[in-house]
Every structure is written in C-alpha cells, then in structure tokens.
C-alpha cells in the first residue's frame, strides 16, 4: 500500500460495522475470519488503511433496547483498544489520529449508526459523547422519533423531516462535536438538516444517484448542498449503490420464478430477507466492478471537488463488495487506480483520508 501513497498520506474509511461481529461473534480486532469479514488489524496493515470510522449499528430490532445496544458496541470498541494498546488507538481528534499513526497504530474514531439509539432524549446523545463518538448517522433506513429514514419500516411514524426535536438534536450533535450524518436519511431529513445545520454535515457512505438511481444515494442537488456546506460524502463499497442492482432485482420479483419461492418478500435487500430469497440473488445478480465505484468517485469529484469527496467502505456492513475487493487487505486496488486519475497529490491525500480529518479536527 505504502508505494502506492503520496508522501505523509493518511488513509480513512468513514464506516464500518466491524463492532457487530465483535460483540455478536466474538470476534478479536486483532483476526477476524477471513470469511465474510473485513476488517482486522493484520489487514489494515496489509492495506494500509490507517484511520476507521468504527460505528455501533443499532439494528432497529433493539427498539425498545437501542441505547444499551449501543453502550455495548461502543463499550466493545474501548475494551479492544485496552486489549491491543500498542496496536489499536481510541481516537477523537485529528491531531489524535495522526499521533496514532505516527506511533505504527490504528487509529479507531467510535460512531454510531442509527439515531433512534438516543431514545429520544439529549442527555443519552451526550451520554454517547462522553464515550468518545465523533458521528452519528441521523436515522438508519428506518425512521425514528424525530427523523425519517430513506427506507421506512412498517409503523414507522412519518415526521415530514425533522420534528422540532430533531432539530435540537442537529443543534446539540454541533456542540458536542458529533458530526451529522446524512446517509439514510430521508430526502426531506436531508432538506431539514441542510435549513438547520450551522457547521458542515456528512453523508458517510453513499453514492450519487445520477450513476446509480437508488434510494440510498444522493441527488445532485444533495451533493452541492454537502459541498456547500463544507461537507464531504464517503464513497461507498457496496454493490447494490455502485449499479443498478435494485432495478434489476425489481425485474425478477415480477417473475414466475420468484413468486415461486416459499416465502417472497419483496425487500430491496435479500439478504435481510429469506434464504432462498438471497440465494436467488446472489445467483441472478452481478456483482459491481471496481470500475463502477470509480463511477461514482469520479462523478462527485467532477461535480463537487476533491475536497468534497472521500472513503466510507461499509466494511462488514455489506456482503455484496466489487469484484476483486474481499476485505481492507485489497485497498491498495483502490488506491493505486486513483492515484492513475491524474489528480494532484493533494487531492490524493484528501480523498484518501484528509477530508476526513479536516472535519475531525
């Protein structure tokens, strides 16, 4: 990775799940299985991926249970850290990360995916960032109490945005230092966010719906709005974002062949679904390129700048990545294409890690 870099680089991911197999596998951050997982610290070292947005999902099946499951994901977070201190550092700072890295460490910066995991109450978000969280992401694809999510559950109330309280909590993730994260959000979330936020908001993970029209990715208009704010959007590995997966799963759940299957759902994402569900995707359903995600980078690049784009893998959080990436150790793929772009060193840098750490610090 390192002959890859431009000088003094620091490379950050903006997301990964990597505390859910932690936590419900009892995984090690020190060795993961190979299979199916992404993100160890033998790895990243073999990556190069310095710096992670380590995030607590909180799968809405733990409502009521979302504070405390987050506790336990973050709470996770810090014992790995004490378990490998010369290996793994908590980090909250900028200028933490880069003394981090400086020492031969991971820097690991805690997050939460899911706001509903504030139950409704300001004291538990500063609760939260007491422990050292630097981002929250405002909903999931389920709404909460007080934002709507791009992909509303059944019972889900529809709140129009934000409700006055949402607004509050923009207000006070702003004091805290908690950055605002808008991947998930519903369009009129994102609408509220961008009349009330004062300081610059992120999308960590999610692409630009004009490459690929999906619901998880972002209008034009939302882009200019991030990088008019001083914002930036972490660039996705998943699959389903980087092509046109939705439309052509929407194709075979018209078939006879999935109406055929023992329970059809009729989920965008099968692999939340039913076993048969999923395998008949992952048989009929190409997996995106590396070329496709540079689609993506490319796009944002071109439309909003350098400074405006960045990393936000979703390691461990999906089981669909581009062919040829199966875990952090294959980021130098990544970095070695992007380098091949002709952009300037800086906008190297920046894209890789430094945008990140702008807004970190």
Not at 15 to 22: E, Q
Not at 174 to 199: G, I, M, Q, Y
């Amino acid at each position: 990775m390192t002959d890859n870099l431009p000088p003094d680089a620091i490379v950050v991911d903006g997301h990964a799940d990597t505390l859910l197999g932690i936590v419900d596998k009892g995984h090690r951050i020190d060795k993961a299985p190979d299979d199916g997982f992404h993100i160890d610290l033998p790895r990243m070292a073999k990556g190069g991926l310095h710096a992670e947005i380590f995030t607590a999902f909180v799968d809405p099946e733990f409502i009521p249970g979302a504070r405390e499951r987050a506790h336990r994901l973050i709470d996770a977070l810090h014992t790995q850290a004490h378990d490998f201190p010369d290996r793994l550092s908590l980090t909250t700072t900028a200028d933490a990360v880069r003394e981090a890295v400086a020492r031969g460490k991971v820097a690991a910066i805690p997050a939460i995916e899911g706001g509903h995991a504030i139950e409704d109450s300001l004291d538990n978000l500063r609760e939260f960032a007491g422990k050292g969280i630097r981002l929250m992401t405002l909903t999931w694809n389920n709404s909460n109490g007080w934002a709507d999510g791009c992909w509303p559950h059944k019972g889900d109330i529809s709140h129009g945005g934000l409700t006055d309280f949402g607004k509050r909590v923009i207000g006070e993730m702003e004091k805290l230092n908690v950055l605002v994260d808008v991947s998930h959000a519903s369009p009129e979330t994102f609408r509220d966010v961008a009349a009330v936020a004062t300081r610059p908001f992120v999308a960590s993970h999610s692409g630009a719906a004009s490459v690929t029209p999906h619901f998880r990715n972002l209008t034009d208009d939302q882009l200019d709005v991030i990088a008019r704010v001083g914002g930036i959007v972490g660039v996705p590995f998943v699959s389903a974002f980087l092509t046109d997966e939705l439309g052509e799963w929407n194709r075979i759940m018209e078939s006879e062949r999935y109406k055929s299957l023992t329970r059809p759902t009729y989920y965008p994402f099968p692999h939340h679904a039913e076993p048969d569900e999923e395998d008949l995707y992952e048989e009929v359903i190409p997996y995106a390129t590396l070329d496709d995600f540079f689609r993506h980078l490319d796009y944002m690049v071109n439309r909003i700048g350098w400074q405006h784009v960045a990393l936000g893998t979703d390691f461990d959080g999906t089981r669909r990545m581009p062919s040829g990436i199966r875990d952090v150790a294959d980021m130098p793929k990544v970095t070695g294409a992007l380098r091949a772009r002709g952009l300037s060193e800086e906008a190297v840098r920046g894209i890789l890690g430094e945008n990140w750490l702008r807004l970190l610090g």
